[in-house]
């Protein structure tokens, strides 16, 4: 009995000295340190004079698609409003908007935009709005809910958007830049990179070992790809996603390619051209008189979709365009009041095969008409001849009809290059035998 006493006397002594040291531990409540934490979170970004927000979406990830980041330049108040530009359209990035924003304790803190801003619009599932690649319902796979994941000394708050693990980050910034932002020079660098897209259909830069390297900007994604052939003539890829700043294109993580290394092309007003520095090296993007990437050396490979859409390319002949409407008219009065839609011209280099898809439509139900062809290629000439060798039901229903354009397919060998005379690059068909009959495509790399 005595030594069970002791025992739990020393037992209580144990406990009550444990307990004061959790007390001396933890001086405040879980609930209290958080609003301590949050009250800290808001005094930096009501202290700074701004932010810029660099959002990389992440919820399109699913649907194989990627796309680029996005950029807002932020002015918090201590009102829980904020005022933002971004970089999404031009109209977006001169005209700023006032919103509410919070900062809560969601699963762990957390930087919401509580109310419709411009944060929204890549994540609103109208495709109308967001410009969606994937259609109804997905928007950009962006968010306007972040978790506060960490703090850096640079001024710098890492976050991860709540809904579809977005990866972002606020970076402080100082006056004068968040002035510039404002008064109009995200708006520029938007709208001057546009025009310099439009007028630089092939462009490109030399490497250190002299590899000339293939730079194209696809500005509705905001994705950059390079590419160049390596020393056994094997065509090598990269992509990077970026977003903008008043300086040029801000790229998520530093690209490695051609013997440089660099996370920015930096836009050079003066002389209009964009370029890169690695190191204390500049090197100017140049505009090139023919493509560096020759369309019959990547055709089946990176390149496998050519398209020819109902509304007319630049760039067709008098010939085809009128071999077309006389084919769209026959099938329309054919007996199925069937409505002649986009081509789609589908190669596989390892088989050397090429489908050919036809849409049709009879009053908003749509078909396929598929003509199976195989091809021989030179890769240097860009000399194409097609055999063709299977076709399905309704290929067979609409062959005739189709004959004005599948005539020249079946019988004549087509050079195949790029179409430069036209405001966007396009791919371009030429017959050998017949020069007069040519058409461009889509090039959906």
């Known amino acids: 009995m005595t030594k069970t006493c002791i025992y739990l006397l020393v037992l209580a002594i144990s406990f009550s000295a444990c307990s004061k040291k959790t ?121 306007f809910d972040f978790a506060i994941l ?38 520029d660098i938007v709208q ?12 490109y830069f030399t490497g250190t ?36 700043t008043i300086d040029g294109l801000q790229f998520k993580n530093p690209v490695t390619i051609g013997g440089y290394t660099f996370q920015e092309l930096i836009w050079d007003k003066t002389a209009e051209v964009y370029y890169i520095e690695s190191g ?45 409407n006389q084919a769209k008219s026959d099938i329309k009065n054919g007996g199925y009041n069937l409505d002649l839609g986009n081509f789609y011209f589908i190669f596989d280099d390892a088989a050397k095969s090429m489908l050919l898809y036809i849409v049709l439509e009879q009053e908003g139900i749509g078909f396929l008409a598929e003509y199976t062809y195989t091809y021989t290629i030179n890769k240097n000439t860009g000399i194409l001849n097609f055999t063709l060798i299977d076709r399905n039901g309704n290929a067979e229903t609409i062959e005739n009809d189709m004959a004005p354009i599948l005539g020249y397919l079946n019988d004549d060998r087509f050079s195949l290059d790029y179409d430069t005379a036209s405001t966007k690059l396009l791919g371009k068909f030429t017959s ?6 040519f058409f461009t495509v889509n090039i959906d790399d």
Do not use: C, W
């Not at 293939?214 to 065509?235: G, Q, T």
């Open 23 to 143: 007390e001396q531990l933890f001086a405040k409540t879980a609930d209290e340190r958080l609003a301590e934490l949050l009250t800290n979170y808001q005094s930096a970004l009501t202290g700074a004079p701004g932010y810029k927000l660099f959002v990389y979406p992440e919820g399109l990830a699913s649907e194989g698609i990627s796309v680029g980041g996005l950029t807002y330049y932020l002015k918090f108040a201590g009102n829980n409003r904020v005022t933002m530009i971004s970089d999404f359209t031009a109209a977006m990035a001169m005209t700023p908007k006032e919103s509410g924003y919070n900062l809560k304790a969601i699963q762990q803190p957390s930087l919401v935009f509580d109310t419709y801003s411009y944060i929204h619009v890549p994540a609103d599932p109208d495709p109308d709005v967001s410009g969606s690649p994937a259609g109804a319902g997905l928007g950009r796979g962006s968010d």
């Open 192 to 203: 001057s990179t546009a025009d310099y897209n439009s007028s630089n259909l092939l462009l």
């Open 280 to 324: 204390s090296a500049r090197v100017n993007l140049i505009n090139a008189s023919t493509h560096i990437i020759p369309l019959a050396k990547v055709l089946g490979l990176s390149l496998t979709t050519l398209s020819v859409p109902v509304d007319p390319l630049q760039g067709q002949s008098d010939l085809f365009r009128d071999n077309y």
């Open 209 to 244: 070992n002299n590899t000339r390297i293939s730079v194209s900007l696809d500005l509705n994604l905001n994705m950059l790809l390079l590419r160049y052939f390596n020393a056994n003539d094997e065509l090598i890829k990269q992509t990077a996603r970026f977003s903008y």
């Open 432 to 437: 050998i035998e017949n020069p007069d009959f």
């Open 150 to 187: 960490k703090t850096d000394p640079s001024d710098s708050i890492t976050l991860k958007g709540n809904f579809n693990k977005s990866e972002a980050v606020l970076i402080k910034i100082d006056q004068a830049e968040l002035d510039k932002a404002f008064s109009g020079g995200l708006a």
